[in-house]
T-cell receptor, first 116, second 110 residues
């Protein structure tokens, strides 16, 4: 079974440009999460999809960030326009619906975004 | 401040035992997860506690005390490959989202 995959693995862009990150969750996982780790600090929650619906976007830093999950499969996270403080590692995770142990989240390798 | 507190770094020798403590805020708490992350890699699930007590998975064990808002990860018979960052993460009651601690960097020396 393929794990959570993210693309690209690295991205270097200039301030003001646009970047789109992609996440392919594990097949059959209805929950999809985006997290971010900035400057070696803790991993912080950005938002949560259940299928194609945004369940919780309380962690999105501002309106420069737009996440979509059309069709309830893969998800994209667009940053437009990018700022220097957006640099960090963006992780995607997916899980089954529910609350028991079998709903533990599986993470992708992350996209390392550097804004210069 | 952070809702989870864990030590920033621990150093130990091969074969030793390391305990990583984690304290958390209780509001909305559903359970405590532990993840391992090697440099440049994906956080990998290690263990989960929803109820008080000890969960053992091979060389790694995790403990939870809900009354004390405290848990720990125990790494036994340390190996060089265990050098990594270890995160405790609070699973929220709503939506299963995770709130992470700052991570504990474990360095295993020969």
């Amino acid at each position: 079974e393929a794990g959570v995959t993210q693309f690209p693995s690295h991205s270097v862009i200039e301030k003001g440009q646009t970047v789109t990150l992609r996440c392919d969750p594990i097949s059959g996982h209805d929950n999809l999460y985006w997290y971010r780790r900035v400057m070696g600090k803790e991993i912080k929650f950005l938002l949560h999809f259940v299928k194609e619906s945004k369940q919780d976007e309380s962690g999105m830093p501002n309106n420069r960030f737009l996440a979509e999950r059309t069709g309830g499969t893969y998800s994209t996270l667009k940053v437009q326009p990018a700022e220097l403080e957006d640099s960090g590692v963006y992780f995607c995770a997916s899980s089954h619906l529910g609350q028991d142990l079998n709903t533990e989240a599986f993470f992708g390798q992350g996209t390392r975004l550097t804004v210069v | 401040g952070q809702s989870l507190e864990q030590p920033s770094e621990v150093t130990a020798v091969e074969g030793a035992i390391v305990q990583i403590n984690c304290t958390y805020q209780t509001s909305g708490f559903y359970g405590l997860s532990w993840y391992q992350q090697h440099d440049g890699g994906a956080p990998t699930f290690l263990s989960y506690n929803a109820l008080d007590g000890l969960e053992e998975t091979g060389r790694f064990s995790s403990f939870l005390s809900r009354s004390d808002s405290y848990g720990y990860l125990l790494l036994q018979e340390l190996q060089m490959k265990d050098s990594a960052s270890y995160f405790c993460a609070r699973r929220e009651a709503a939506g299963n989202k995770l709130t992470f601690g700052g991570g504990t960097r474990v360095l295993v020396k020969p």
